[in-house]
């Protein structure tokens, strides 16, 4: 096995980063990479981003939401949080398996002093808490393991920016299960507890378990990572208009009155969709909008930024 620093802290260039190395880099060995975001929300490949984000606060604090290519539910990264991503060629007969890859984390942070379980949703806990959630994806022969370990991350900011379901949205998309969480730093056997002396520790152990050797990524590797993140991760078309088709619908008293929306959404446009209770106006038709804030308010003029977030998001 081998191993991958990225010291990089940005959202988009990390989740690029991992999928060009899922698809591209060492197709027939196995390695792991250990990484860390900035302050960003990363919902699964098959959710509904409008559902599980408070769009309000996202937009006050002007955070990023990435779309990843695994399955699973949103979850909440900072500089506290340490990800890990384990990459493995495998043959056509490989099944999803989270409890083998879990072991590897359980047996890194064992040697820290954290005593984790694997839960039965496969999440990995501590003092009957989550510190760890994960996914998996397969394609031609690769899989990738990946999750995240909340070593010292902002637990407030993520219960304020990742919500509940909300009702006034209908969909088949993948739902986030909530469960109470804890950060690990108070428990972590270090001289030096820092975030960074855990990350560095993380990658000491499994290479010292696994008999890893280091893996760089080359020129070319880096202008292909910057390709992706560029065309695909920090496209709003990705992270946000891939969400399944949805409807929505919602009554809300503002200063243009009563006004009453009900929508059908796919592919992050409006497919069919009709706003009344305009004052002057009758039913405003919104077909074809992209359900986002910059193309609403083009199609409604009349609503302030603040009525637009309050009704339709």
Same mark, same amino acid.
């Given at each position: 096995?081998?191993?991958?620093?990225?010291?990089?802290?940005?959202?988009?260039?990390?989740?690029?980063?991992? /999928?060009?190395?899922?698809?591209?880099?060492?197709?027939?060995?196995?390695?792991?990479?250990?990484?860390?975001?900035?302050? &960003? @929300?990363?919902?699964?490949?098959?959710?509904?981003?409008?559902?599980?984000?408070?769009?309000?606060?996202?937009?006050?604090?002007?955070?990023?939401?990435?779309?990843?290519?695994?399955?699973?539910?949103?979850?909440?990264?900072?500089?506290?949080?340490?990800?890990?991503?384990?990459?493995?060629?495998?043959?056509?007969?490989?099944?999803?398996?989270?409890?083998?890859?879990?072991?590897?984390?359980?047996?890194?942070?064992?040697?820290?002093?954290?005593?984790?379980?694997?839960?039965?949703?496969?999440? #990995?806990?501590?003092?009957?808490?989550?510190?760890?959630?994960?996914?998996?994806?397969?394609?031609?022969?690769?899989?990738?393991?990946?999750?995240?370990?909340?070593?010292?991350?902002?637990?407030?900011?993520? /219960?304020?920016?990742?919500?509940?379901?909300?009702?006034?949205?209908? &969909?088949?998309? @993948?739902?986030?299960?909530?469960?109470?969480?804890?950060?690990?730093?108070?428990?972590?056997?270090?001289?030096?507890?820092?975030?960074?002396?855990?990350?560095?520790?993380?990658?000491?152990?499994?290479?010292?378990?696994? /008999?890893?050797?280091?893996?760089?990524?080359? /020129?070319?590797?880096?202008?292909?990572?910057?390709?992706?993140?560029?065309?695909?991760?920090?496209?709003?078309?990705?992270?946000?208009?891939?969400?399944?088709?949805? !409807?929505?619908?919602?009554?809300?008293?503002?200063?243009?009155? #009563?006004?009453?929306?009900?929508?059908?959404?796919?592919?992050?446009?409006?497919?069919?969709?009709?706003?009344?209770?305009?004052?002057?106006?009758?039913?405003?038709?919104?077909?074809?909008?992209?359900?986002?804030?910059? !193309?609403?308010?083009?199609?409604?003029?009349?609503? !302030?930024?603040?009525?637009?977030?309050?009704?339709?998001?």
């Amino acid at each position: 096995m081998k191993f991958i620093r990225n010291e990089s802290l940005d959202p988009y260039y990390n989740l690029a980063f991992e /999928e060009y190395c899922f698809e591209h880099l060492c197709l027939e060995g196995d390695f792991f990479i250990i990484w860390r975001n900035s302050p &960003s @929300i990363i919902v699964g490949s098959h959710q509904n981003v409008f559902e599980e984000v408070n769009h309000p606060l996202v937009k006050e604090t002007n955070i990023p939401v990435v779309r990843r290519i695994s399955g699973g539910g949103t979850v909440y990264h900072d500089p506290g949080n340490v990800n890990f991503s384990f990459i493995f060629s495998t043959d056509e007969h490989f099944n999803i398996d989270y409890r083998g890859h879990n072991q590897l984390i359980v047996n890194a942070l064992s040697a820290m002093g954290i005593d984790a379980e694997m839960s039965e949703r496969n999440d #990995l806990t501590y003092k009957g808490k989550k510190i760890s959630g994960n996914a998996q994806r397969i394609i031609k022969k690769r899989v990738i393991h990946h999750g995240t370990i909340l070593y010292d991350a902002n637990l407030d900011q993520l /219960e304020a920016l990742i919500r509940p379901s909300m009702n006034k949205i209908e &969909s088949k998309a @993948i739902q986030s299960v909530r469960s109470k969480v804890i950060n690990i730093k108070p428990y972590v056997n270090l001289k030096v507890n820092t975030v960074e002396t855990f990350a560095d520790e993380m990658i000491r152990v499994l290479s010292r378990s696994y /008999e890893c050797e280091e893996l760089f990524v080359d /020129e070319d590797d880096l202008n292909g990572i910057n390709e992706l993140a560029h065309g695909k991760y920090r496209s709003w078309q990705w992270n946000y208009g891939e969400s399944p088709k949805f !409807s929505y619908q919602n009554r809300l008293e503002t200063e243009s009155g #009563l006004l009453s929306i009900d929508l059908a959404v796919k592919k992050g446009r409006i497919e069919r969709g009709h706003l009344t209770g305009v004052r002057h106006m009758g039913t405003v038709t919104l077909d074809g909008v992209e359900y986002r804030m910059d !193309s609403i308010l083009e199609a409604c003029p009349f609503l !302030s930024e603040a009525e637009v977030m309050k009704v339709f998001f």
